[in-house]
């Protein structure tokens, strides 16, 4: 038996940072995601440096911002992923099992990147091809992109969600208990399509969800800055619907985290009979969140708190369990430092130069830590002491927040003289990234701006179709 510890990452698509119960939201289920938060570390300023898939998933595999590897859009990572040591690889290197369960969004897409051993949902829906039509997976025509809620074409044995857990669980019970592992189980959901199956969409009827948050600046769609509007436009409507459809949106969203939260349950359970949690740390995240309709926006790539703030929660071995049990650190966290903070839980030293830092580094830091976001080379965003800036190359518009006063980011400050000297540094904070990573943006010192849309037909739209 191997003495050295298992790690378990399991992640989300698209989970935003306020859809956990035991960290305040109360229109929600989410029994073991609370039971993580209670037996382990809670870390409430989690961000990812570039709000999108590919940009945070290979981040967590390489250890670098996107902004420094160049991946700040769903661009293929390829040379990136095999010219830095990714963490799969090293673990693998140090003789762990390495096994990777569920969405990857690798390009290609059966690439291994270090993995030993790979499950995907392109397995999955092989699987139940074979099964014929009864079994029909995502029959029902609403995209990838759209939000509009729908329910599961399968029962909830047959969804994806529930086939991740059940592969998961396999490996659990078929490793090699002479070797340790890491495992990544990665959901696809609560990415849309919001396709819930039918029994969690019955849990949520009657439940009287929360209406989406608007602010001084955003009350009045038409009076908004377009430029951060873009990508809604672009991937759905959800700057269209009436307040009864956004909640009824926002509870197919919620009905797709439960679902999640309660196949945890049989992970967990198996887990507890194969005594791993004695040696096993739990990290528990996702790539980024959702707006939801805040400020009439839908999907990511921005850095509101809808978007770019997401959960992040480890649940250390039983052993040294008592010094995190239930605590709370409110220093600022990143993507990036998973793949160090994984080294320091197993024991290896980095071989290579890493962007992140241990979290357990983190805990101890008294001034705030910095943060810098590009996202597509579009909007940036810098943020320091819980002062947050975001400007859009499309029209120039900027934003600027107070977030220890305004959580859900509803006054604007770019015109309130008592943060000048907060907006003047953190404008500069951006420059000083754009000229150390993307000079090619800047014109005398100055970012290069593009059109803003008027409206919704000036982009172009992607709402994501499949079969």
């Not at 499309?394 to 859900?408: I, M, R, S, T, V």
Request: glycine content about 6%.
């Amino acid at each position: 038996m191997s003495n050295k510890p298992n790690v378990l990452l399991i992640t989300t698509d698209q989970q935003r940072f306020d859809t956990i119960q035991k960290l305040g939201n109360h229109s929600i289920y989410t029994p073991h995601l609370n039971w993580l938060v209670s037996q382990g570390i809670t870390f409430t300023r989690c961000y990812a440096d570039c709000p999108i898939c590919v940009p945070s998933r290979t981040t967590i595999m390489t250890g670098k911002k996107g902004y420094t590897s160049g991946i700040t859009n769903n661009m293929n990572h390829y040379k990136v992923m095999t010219e830095n040591q990714t963490l799969p690889s090293r673990l693998t290197d140090e003789g762990y099992q390495t096994r990777a369960v569920g969405k990857m969004h690798f390009e290609p897409p059966r690439a291994h990147y270090g993995f030993e051993h790979m499950l995907l949902p392109l397995d999955y829906y092989r699987e139940y091809r074979k099964k014929g039509s009864h079994v029909n997976p995502k029959h029902h025509g609403v995209g990838e992109n759209e939000v509009e809620p729908v329910i599961s074409t399968v029962h909830e044995n047959d969804s994806l969600t529930t086939w991740t857990v059940d592969q998961s669980i396999d490996f659990i019970e078929t490793r090699d208990t002479t070797r340790p592992f890491f495992m990544w189980t990665s959901f696809s959901k609560p990415h849309p399509p919001l396709d819930p199956c039918l029994n969690y969409w019955t849990l949520y009827q009657g439940i009287d969800v929360e209406s989406p948050i608007y602010g001084d600046w955003s009350q009045d769609i038409d009076k908004m800055p377009q430029g951060f509007l873009r990508h809604t436009y672009a991937l759905n409507n959800m700057h269209l619907f009436k307040d009864v459809q956004l909640k009824e949106i926002k509870r197919a969203y919620y009905a797709c985290i439960t679902q999640i939260d309660y196949s945890l349950g049989l992970l967990f359970a198996r887990m507890r009979e194969e005594g791993l949690f004695d040696n096993t740390w739990i990290i528990f995240t996702s790539d980024h969140g959702d707006m939801m309709g805040d400020h009439h926006m839908g999907a990511k790539f921005n850095y509101m708190e809808g978007a770019a703030h997401v959960p992040f929660i480890i649940k250390p071995p039983t052993h040294v369990m008592q010094e995190y049990k239930g605590k709370r650190c409110s220093n600022l966290v990143e993507l990036s430092d998973i793949y160090p903070s994984i080294l320091e839980m197993v024991g290896i030293a980095p071989t290579a130069q890493l962007d992140g830092k241990s979290v357990f580094d983190v805990i101890k830091e008294t001034e705030d830590r910095p943060f810098f976001g590009n996202c597509e080379n579009n909007t940036f965003c810098a943020m320091k002491n819980n002062i947050k800036y975001m400007i859009t190359r499309f029209g120039g518009a900027e934003l600027l927040f107070d977030l220890n006063k305004d959580p859900y980011e509803q006054c604007n400050l770019v015109e309130n003289e008592a943060y000048y000297e907060s907006l003047k540094e953190l404008r500069e904070e951006v420059k000083k990234g754009i000229q150390a990573y993307n000079p090619e943006l800047l014109q005398e010192g100055h970012l290069i701006l593009d059109k803003a849309p008027t409206h919704d037909e000036d982009v172009f739209k992607w709402p994501g179709f499949h079969s």
